[in-house]
């Protein structure tokens, strides 16, 4: 600090007073002097200050700035945190059946892809992979691997043992890469249900699945969809049901010489699809591709119980009954007359063999005489005839959770006219579906409430609209009873001690594609019902072309060929369903069994 | 005082400097167990599927009707059929203890008699 200078020195005072001078002005003038001193001494410290602040702020911002700089120029990373296994959600969902059975699920494998750009020695690389893959070809190859390509997909899928032999040809432009890949692990069974799937849009690192066919594609966005949880989608079909029917199906098929067969086991109450078996079929791990010539419906992939549009003959004439029960025009022991032939329209509607003059209605559906359902249908008018079917769901297509299903439009008459009213009503000039007379025969014998066909597993019955009373319901189980059970029946062969079985067989002619009927080639149907007193399944048996020789007679019709093998079906299945044989109808004391 | 304030304040600036790089670190290090876990998570969610799917392969119905042809001299399984409905009486139960072969009840607990 600098000597401090007295505000009064007594020098300069007593020299002023000498002179005259105001010695105060001496003590102004020194008060100005240290004044200026201490301003300039503030303005130095203020200005350092204003210094620091201004280099601070610039720092400040610079340090924000290049933050920002350094964001905005780095790669974007994923936020850290994840939710616990998202990778796994993300994953197709598995579909399993009404037992928690897995039907499809998702295995890790990996796929094989080239990049010769990395390869060292790719003519070797391409004769050790097609000794790997004998599907190979190594010539091509060598033209892949020699050639401009970057890139070059080898296999879609490889198993862990052919992993380790691309490994051990020590090639470093053979990369692999993971790959999700749909399993069916039990094969063939339910093939049709669940379709298959492709891969998507592929990476190296992941590829997606999607749904082609069944099931697979009809729920695609569901079983893709993350926000599920991975939940499984639950089916109503019964694995075991559906393997029993498949395995006596194709034996059936095969001891009949039949090209081709199906079977819908549905809950009455329901409308849930427990089993549908549609033969020949694929393996769903290695779909086929469609044929590209020849009859599509022949093809394997062709689901004949769902796609498959066929007359299915007498086993639609109980429609016709319940109907005219229903509306009150007869009852069950009403005489119809069934002398034939029929004449209508310029055509002649005859019997199978012919009946009597006249016959009870019950009796037109247990001897099946075309020309007893035809009056009935005359009666019934064409309107009221359309809309009961219509009801049931046999002019529409089925709303089954198929992709196939809502292309299947049942063909039906086009003008409708009476004669189109009476040959509609013994199954002739109406195609619809295995699945279709599935869900017309529980709606109309599991008490008269129409259901839906579905094949997700319900909590509960959803009972649809009536379409005939609880008695009409009753009544017509009791007629189908009594084509099984009476000794004139026509499926007497459906028999079986200990069980109220009640079904319609149906044998029509197959239409040609250039019109009219083959002569010799049949499609037979047995459609039953078990318990009768306590209806609970519906099941559908439908054989095409059928042959078999019995007693030296060649057999196509129902009763000789679809109803044998419905036989074996619900004797596997009866028990796996639960169903106990009863005292009431054990029949043969003999045979009642336990 | 004023030099024990600025000791003060610079003290807890150091404090604060350090346990923020502690949390830092720590968020860091949890960070990366969670990864890891999910990680294994992910690994054993994987090896449970495929375990599951060979389940299913070993169980598909083709394989186990074909096991049950194979062992057929061993364990003479048949397909079922209306005829292997039985009654409880039917089924053979290991004695209840306290019953003696004569099946004279002894013991007071089992003198229900009933069967389970």
Redesign the interface.
């Known amino acids: 600090m600098t000597n401090r200078i007295p505000l009064r020195p007594l020098a300069r005072i007593l020299r002023a007073r000498d002179k005259g001078h105001d010695p105060d002005e001496i003590e102004r003038e020194n008060i100005r002097d240290r004044q200026e001193i201490q301003r300039d001494n503030l303005r130095v410290v203020s200005e350092r200050r204003l210094l620091l602040a201004a280099v601070l702020t610039v720092a400040a911002f610079g340090l924000i700035g290049l933050r920002m700089w350094s964001i905005s120029s780095e790669a974007v990373a994923e936020p ?3 939710s ?2 998202s ?2 959600l993300a994953a197709r969902a598995d579909i399993v059946d009404r037992n928690g ?2 039907l499809a ?4 494998t990996q796929s094989l892809y080239a990049q010769p750009p990395l390869m060292t020695n790719p003519e070797r690389a391409a004769a050790e992979l097609a000794r790997v893959f004998p599907g190979l070809d190594a010539e091509k190859l060598r033209q892949d691997f020699t050639g401009t390509r970057k890139f070059i997909w080898i296999k879609r899928r490889i198993s862990p043992e052919q992993r380790q032999m691309v490994h051990d040809i020590g090639e470093p432009g053979l990369l692999f890469g993971p790959r999700e890949m749909r ?1 069916y ?3 063939a ?1 339910a093939a049709h249900i669940l379709g298959g799937t492709k891969f998507g849009a592929e990476g190296v690192h992941s590829a997606e699945l999607v749904g082609v066919a069944g099931v697979e594609k009809a729920f695609d966005t569901y079983l893709r969809d993350p926000a599920n949880g991975g939940a499984p989608l639950q089916l109503s079909i019964d ?2 049901l559906q ?2 029917i498949e ?1 006596v199906l194709y034996d059936g098929m095969r001891l009949m010489s039949a090209k081709g067969a199906s079977a819908v086991l549905m809950e009455a109450k329901t409308g849930e699809v427990l089993a549908m078996a549609s033969l020949p079929d694929f393996d769903p791990n290695d779909r086929p591709a469609p044929p590209v010539e020849g009859d599509p419906s022949d093809a394997p992939i062709f689901n004949r119980a769902v796609q498959g549009l066929y007359e299915l003959g007498s086993t639609m004439k109980i429609f016709a009954t319940a109907q005219a029960l229903e509306l009150g025009l007869v009852n069950p022991d009403t005489h119809v007359p069934t002398q034939g032939p029929l004449r209508a329209g310029g055509f002649a509607i005859k019997d199978y063999k012919d009946l009597s003059p006249s016959q009870t209605v019950t009796n037109v559906i247990v001897k099946s005489s075309n020309i007893g359902t035809a009056r009935l249908a005359q009666q019934i008018t064409v309107p009221r005839q359309q809309a009961f079917l219509r009801a049931l769901g046999f002019l529409d297509a089925s709303p089954i959770e198929l992709i196939e299903a809502p292309n299947v439009r049942p063909l039906m008459p086009d003008p409708w006219t009476e004669l189109s009213a009476m040959t509609v009503s013994y199954g002739h000039g109406l195609s619809i579906s295995p699945l279709h007379l599935a869900t017309g025969y529980s709606s109309l014998l599991n008490g008269g409430h129409v259901v839906t066909p579905t094949l997700l597993k319900r909590a509960a019955p959803e009972l649809g609209p009536r379409i005939v009373s609880e008695e009409v319901s009753a009544a017509s189980r009791e007629m189908l009873r009594l084509v099984v059970d009476s000794e004139d029946g026509t499926a007497s062969f459906a028999r ?1 001690p ?2 109220a079985i009640g079904g319609k067989t149906g044998s029509a002619d197959k239409p040609r594609h250039t019109g009219g009927y083959y002569e010799d080639k049949l499609i037979s149907t047995f459609a039953q019902v078990f318990p009768t007193d306590d209806p609970q399944y519906v099941l559908i048996v439908m054989l095409d072309e059928p042959e078999i020789t019995v007693l030296g007679e060649n057999r196509r019709t129902a009763g000789w060929t679809a109803v044998p093998v419905s036989h074996e079906i619900t ?2 299945i ?3 369903l639960g ?3 009863s005292v009431e109808y054990a029949g043969n004391p003999e045979l009642n ?2 | 005082m004023r030099s024990l304030l600025y000791f003060l304040s610079v003290a807890l600036v150091i404090g604060l400097a350090y346990w923020a790089y502690q949390q830092n670190l720590e968020t860091q290090q949890a ?1 990366k167990r ?2 890891k876990l ?1 990680d294994k ?2 690994a054993t ?2 090896a449970l ?2 375990q ?2 060979e ?3 070993l ?4 394989r186990l ?1 074909e096991l049950a042809e194979l062992n057929f001299g061993s364990l003479e399984l048949l ?9 409880i009486d039917e089924v053979s139960f290991p004695p209840l203890p306290g019953l003696s072969q004569d099946g004279v009840v002894r013991s007071a607990s089992g003198s229900n008699g009933g069967r389970p």
């Open positions: 850290i945190t994840r616990g296994g990778e796994i059975r897995l699920t998702n295995l890790q399993l692990p039990n094969g069974v694995l075991t393997a029993a395995e079986f200990g069980y004797l596997r009866a028990p796996l169903i106990r044989p069994p336990g | 960070l969670v990864t999910q998570i992910a969610h994987e599927a495929v599951r799917a389940w299913a392969y169980n598909r119905p083709d009707r397909p079922m059929d209306p005829g292997h409905f039985g009654s």
